[in-house]
């Protein structure tokens, strides 16, 4: 029981370190296009940034690593 609840836990803490990891790519990208084209940062931050996040989220789903 205890080693479940353990597996559990860093599981959530994985995903937690994935989705921080998402959120500095993000602002990294983001600060990298503003200093490229202003205008367009946001847009091509936040494309860049979801495409990568279904890509994850795919490979989690087909090897079935939601902490379900």
Do not use: C, E, N
Request: no cysteine.
């Amino acid at each position: 029981m205890l080693k479940r609840i353990k597996h559990y836990i860093f599981q959530f803490l994985s995903f937690l370190l994935v989705g921080y990891g998402f959120y500095l790519l993000f602002l990294l990208l983001l600060d990298t296009f503003i200093r490229i084209h202003r205008p367009l940062a946001m847009p091509i931050s936040a494309l860049i940034t979801l495409a990568l996040i279904a890509l994850t989220a795919l490979y989690y789903v087909k090897h079935k690593r939601l902490p379900l």
